[in-house]
C-alpha cells in the first residue's frame, strides 16, 4: 500500500484538495482519498500536483516513423500530399518507432490511447503495452460506387482487432475523403455495435471552401489524382454539420483539431449531433497550418472536451503535459483544473474506459501522474512544467 501526497491533489471528484492524501495498492488500485496528513505514517510527499494518468484519445502510432520528415507550418494539402508516398517504410523500421513512441507516452504518463489505424501493423504491439488502446480503423472514398469495398477493407481490420481483444471502431477520415453511402455503412455499424467515432474537422481554410463553394485548393488536389467529384454534393456547407448529420446514429461523435470551427459550426452540429465530443491536438496544428482553435468557442462543452497529440508526423514529441501547456499559453484563462478533466476523465468517458480510468475513486486503477514546477500555488502551468508517472 502506497500513501501519496502533493500540494494539490487534482482528482476529477471534488474539488481541488491541498495536501490530501490519495491511497494506494501496489499495483495501482484507489483505496482513498483523505483530506488530511493527520495520524498518517509513510507518506510520500511530493512537490507539485497530482492527477489521474492521461488519456490521448487522438494519435497516429503508425506515422510514428514519419518523425521530422514532412512539411512544416506549410498547410494541411502540402502536409498531406506526400503521406501516401513516404509512408512505406521496412517493417523493422515501423516497428521499432512504434515501440519506442508507445514507451515514449506511458513515461509521459498517458495510460490510454485512441488510436487511428489504416492497417493491423500495430496490434501486437499495443497487446503487450502497458497502455490501454482504442483502435479507430480509418476508411476513405469519396467515390460513392466504391463505398462497399472500402468499408469492406477496413471491416476486415476491425474484425481482427476484436478478434485479438482490442477494442475498436471504424470511423472516416474527414469530410474531404468520405461519401454519404461510406458513411452510412460506419453510421449503421456505430449505432449496432455502440463504439464511438471520431473524424478530422476544420484543419484547413480549403476545407470551408470545398463545401460553402465547390471549389478551391481540394478540387485541384482531387484532380492531381485522377478523381472528379461532379457527385459530390453536401447537404451543408458546414462540413462539421454534414458529418455531424450523416452520423447522427453513432453511440459517440467526436470531432478531431477543430482549428477553424466557428461558434456557428458548432451550432449547427449540435443541432444534428447535440453531444458531440471535441478534440484539440494544438502542438499539431502549429505544426501544420501554425494556428490553433480559438478555445474560447466551447466553453459551454467543457465536459466533453478532450486532448489528443496526433502523430510524430506532425507532432515534436507524443505528450499530453505539452499539449496543455500550449493551451494554457494561447487561453491562459483555462485553469489547470479543466484542462486536467479534459485529460483525464472526459477521454476516459469518450473511449469507455471510465470505469476503470480518469479519476480518483476506489477501486478505480486510472494510474498517477505528479506535475512539477507549477504557478500559482499548483494552480497552474508555466513553460517548466513536466510530468512523472508515479503509479
Request: hydrophobic share 40%; aromatic share 8%.
Amino acid at each position: 500500500m502506497r500513501k501519496i501526497s502533493a500540494d494539490i491533489i487534482y482528482s476529477n471528484t471534488s474539488p481541488p484538495q491541498e495536501n490530501g492524501v490519495l491511497i494506494i495498492e501496489d499495483d495501482g488500485t484507489v483505496l482513498d482519498m483523505l483530506d488530511s496528513t493527520d495520524g498518517l505514517d509513510d507518506i510520500e510527499y511530493h512537490s507539485g500536483a497530482i492527477c489521474p494518468g492521461f488519456v490521448n484519445v487522438h494519435c497516429h502510432l503508425e506515422l510514428s516513423h514519419l518523425f521530422g520528415v514532412l512539411p512544416e507550418k506549410k498547410g494541411l494539402l502540402n502536409f498531406l500530399k506526400p503521406i501516401i508516398e513516404i509512408r512505406v517504410a521496412d517493417e523493422d523500421v515501423v516497428q521499432a518507432a512504434m515501440i519506442e513512441a508507445d514507451a515514449a507516452m506511458i513515461a509521459e504518463g498517458i495510460v490510454a490511447v485512441g488510436d487511428i489505424c489504416n492497417e493491423s501493423v500495430s496490434f501486437g504491439i499495443k497487446l503487450k503495452s502497458d497502455i490501454r488502446y482504442h483502435n479507430f480503423v480509418e476508411v476513405i472514398g469519396i467515390d460513392p460506387e466504391g463505398a462497399k469495398g472500402r468499408f469492406d477493407i477496413g471491416d476486415k481490420v476491425y474484425k481482427e482487432s476484436i478478434d485479438m481483444g482490442l477494442p475498436c471502431s471504424i470511423v472516416p477520415h474527414a469530410p474531404y475523403t468520405i461519401s454519404p453511402d461510406l458513411l452510412a455503412f460506419i453510421n449503421n455499424l456505430s449505432a449496432e455495435k455502440k463504439f464511438p467515432v471520431c473524424f478530422h474537422n476544420q484543419e484547413s481554410e480549403e476545407e470551408r471552401e470545398l463545401f460553402v463553394h465547390r471549389s478551391g485548393a481540394f478540387v485541384e488536389f482531387y484532380k492531381q489524382r485522377g478523381l472528379e467529384i461532379d457527385f459530390f454534393n453536401p447537404t451543408t456547407d458546414s462540413s462539421l454539420a454534414w458529418m455531424a448529420e450523416n452520423l447522427s446514429s453513432a453511440s459517440k461523435l467526436m470531432a478531431v483539431h477543430n482549428t477553424y470551427t466557428t461558434i456557428d459550426d458548432i451550432k449547427l452540429a449540435s443541432e444534428y449531433y447535440p453531444l458531440m465530443y471535441w478534440c484539440f491536438c494544438p502542438k499539431a496544428n502549429l505544426y501544420i497550418e501554425d494556428n490553433t482553435p480559438d478555445f474560447s468557442l466551447f466553453k459551454d462543452y467543457e465536459d466533453r472536451i478532450t486532448i489528443g497529440t496526433d502523430s510524430l508526423a506532425s507532432n515534436s514529441g507524443l505528450s499530453i503535459i505539452e499539449e496543455l501547456k500550449t493551451i494554457s499559453l494561447v487561453d491562459p484563462t483555462i485553469d489547470l483544473k479543466t484542462l486536467i478533466k479534459w485529460a483525464t476523465l472526459n477521454g476516459a468517458e469518450y473511449l469507455g474506459f471510465a470505469e476503470e480510468l480518469g479519476s480518483f475513486e476506489k477501486g478505480k486503477k486510472p494510474g498517477v501522474n505528479l506535475i512539477s514546477s507549477l504557478g500559482e500555488g499548483g494552480r497552474q502551468l508555466v513553460a517548466d512544467s513536466k510530468v512523472n508517472k508515479l503509479a
